[in-house]
């Protein structure tokens, strides 16, 4: 089956997806670096981020777990000039090709990268830091029930959060995987289950170049 998820994810961008200088360098960059690819989302689903985005108005974007900031490409591409994100990185060595990433791009928008823990550089953010309209949750999956409340609490009503991997081809519901990112996706599904915060959420499979796998979306309340 994967050989034809690839070829119709192939024939959706090619119709679809508009060639951008900046994100086919990205790409190029990050594979000259030596990092694989699968990270990072494929660029249909980059599309989709850039229309919520877009669909919403949104400027002020927090993401979490950069990787190589090919989302985040997606992530500006959608914004006003005078947008800003805030993307945050785990690993000093994605950070630091993100950077490089980012630098090369030379994109109009504010793109505040900061290595670290996500969590700690979160509950380290002033106490008067302005709501994000976007929230893309990407980085450590075992921390996703966690991330998920630190960004319900830099969120406005109408405050859209995607969370990426959600599915893992069907891992959640193998109770032998027991796994700290299969229990932290888990944890994140019965932490959406009528949170009080969230207005409404769902969440969908997705197949295509990057396997089986899923996004979570909730709309803040
Ligand atoms: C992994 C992480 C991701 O965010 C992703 O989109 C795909 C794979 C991983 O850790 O394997
Ligand atoms: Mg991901």
Redesign the pocket.
Known sequence: MQQMWTDLDAYIDSHLIPEDPILTQTLKHTDERGFPD????APNQGMLLQMLIQMNSCKRVLEL?T?AAYSTMWLARALPNDGYILTIEGRDTHAALAQENIDNAKLPQTIDLRCGRCADILRALPENTEAFDFIFI????QSYPEYLELCLDLSHSGTIIVL??VIRAGDILNPENKKP?IEGIREMFRAMQNHPRILSCTALQTVGS?GH?GFAIALVK
């Open positions: 699968h990270l990072a989302v777990g990787f990407d980085a450590d999956k990426d991997n990112s990057k796998d």
